[in-house]
């Protein structure tokens, strides 16, 4: 299917549209998407997707960031069609932007990754496959076909399961390995905490681990766990449904044999892994031929000793703000970063992208590309994969029509000096 139509064409199609009585699906303001979603969701799937840690100071510190500097434009310089594609690790994208990583989609859309994947290959917009999906990689991969994808990796207790998540990544066509560092324990978030709500104890988000064949063994060391979880008080009757109608099988046959309840209790105890260290990533080369790409980097020493260890790109985030409050923001780490790299080594921007306008200015600063986050997902919530797709267009058409009005033929042309504090 041929790329999407952007820039001014992509207002014409709109006016068009609505001159027909038709309007957008989705707002074309970013900032807005988050609005509409919440009327549309339950107020645990929400606040899960929502959430920051603690006071959210974090997540305004992402978005105060962007609000900080102006846009200085050049005139005359005969601009009409933008250049948006790059390349990044040897791959060509169409627009300077990924989808980043969102644990749990089932909570937007039933359909969640699947939906992400139909966009992802109808923009030919690279998606980075959580860990922690609804549906598993390959099911995805079913989809998204030829289409550039990028896999991103929790590194919990098990080697066997890491290397195992590894492998199945390769296969299943993911062109780099992304290791999350930044989520070795889970953040305090206090709306998730108020609701007493974490999905994972519902059997939600963990189809890549019931999937897995190292998991499923793994799941049978905990059968006396899983028997005496049964003796604690028992959910309500809806959680409990969704419990036994999350793992792969016939809701009666997982109540005869306790398969969710293994899964949930073994993916607890392997999950997090406070002790992650850099001897890890050094043995995680060791294993995969892909580029590892380190996300969740803020400090400029971290950065160099990324490269010291040989890793191909870096992610810098604060997982949207969901880890630490009051953390500084992505935006200024990766300022601050950027100048004690090499020019050519790559940096991603992730956390705090909610417009196109954002996007120039992450490129201004330094950043190969950027990482759409949880506007993506409201998106998903509104519209499913047609929001998406939607969201997509009106972010390459924002930066489009910047760079048209600020003077920049390519991506390449996006430079500091045409931004201010």
């Not at 064409?9 to 970013?30: A, K, M, W």
């Not at 603690?54 to 846009?71: D, M, V």
């Not at 609804?134 to 994808?149: K, P």
């Not at 939600?204 to 681990?209: H, N, P, R, T, V």
Request: charged letters at 20%; glycine letters at 8%; a positive charge.
């Amino acid at each position: 299917m041929a790329l999407l139509q952007i820039g001014k064409s992509r207002q014409g199609e709109i006016y068009l549209n609505g001159f027909n009585g038709v309007q957008p699906s989705i707002s074309t303001n970013g900032n807005l998407l988050e609005e509409k979603a919440r009327k549309i969701l339950n107020k645990k799937a929400f606040g899960y997707i929502f959430a920051g840690a603690g006071s959210n100071q974090g997540i305004q510190n992402n978005l105060e960031a962007f609000k900080s500097y102006k846009i200085r434009s050049r005139i005359l310089q005969g601009v009409e069609w933008p250049e948006l594609t790059t390349n990044l690790l040897d791959l060509k994208l169409p627009y300077p932007f990924l989808f980043a990583p969102i644990g749990v989609l089932g909570l937007a859309h039933p359909k969640g990754d699947l939906e992400l994947a139909n966009a992802s290959k109808i923009t030919q917009t690279p998606m980075i496959q959580s860990n922690q999906a609804s549906f598993s990689m390959e099911a995805c991969a079913e989809i998204l076909g030829n289409t550039n994808r990028w896999f991103q990796l929790y590194f919990g207790k098990s080697r066997d399961l890491v290397e195992s998540l590894v492998n199945r990544a390769e296969i299943s066509g993911s062109k780099a390995i992304v290791l999350t560092l930044d989520t070795t324990l889970l953040g305090w978030r206090c709306i998730d905490l108020d609701q007493a709500y974490l999905p994972f104890l519902r059997g939600l988000g963990l189809a890549q681990y019931t999937s897995d064949p190292v998991f499923r063994k793994l799941m049978q060391k905990h059968i006396s766990t899983a028997s005496n979880s049964t003796k604690r008080k028992l959910p309500n009757i809806f959680d409990l449904i969704q419990l036994f109608n999350s793992y792969p099988d016939t809701f009666f046959n997982n109540i005869k044999s306790k398969n969710p309840i293994k899964a949930v209790s073994t993916f607890l105890d392997i999950y997090s892994n406070p002790s992650l260290s850099w001897e890890d990533v050094k043995w995680l080369k060791t294993i995969t031929k892909l580029p590892i790409i380190l996300k969740g980097i803020l400090h400029p020493e971290d950065a160099l000793k990324a490269i010291d260890y040989g890793v191909q790109g870096i992610i810098v985030s604060n997982h949207g703000g969901r880890q630490i409050d009051q953390v500084i923001s992505s935006l200024e780490s990766m300022k601050t970063i950027k100048k004690t790299m090499d020019p050519s080594f790559p940096l991603i921007l992730d956390s705090g992208i909610r417009t196109g306008i954002d996007i120039f200015i992450a490129l201004a600063l330094g950043a190969k590309a950027v990482c759409l986050g949880r506007p993506y997902a409201y998106a998903l919530a509104i519209n499913g994969h047609q929001g998406v797709i939607e969201y997509v267009q009106n972010m390459a058409s924002e930066l489009s029509i910047a760079m048209s009005l600020v003077g920049c033929k390519t991506i390449d042309d996006i430079s500091e000096n045409l931004i201010s504090i």
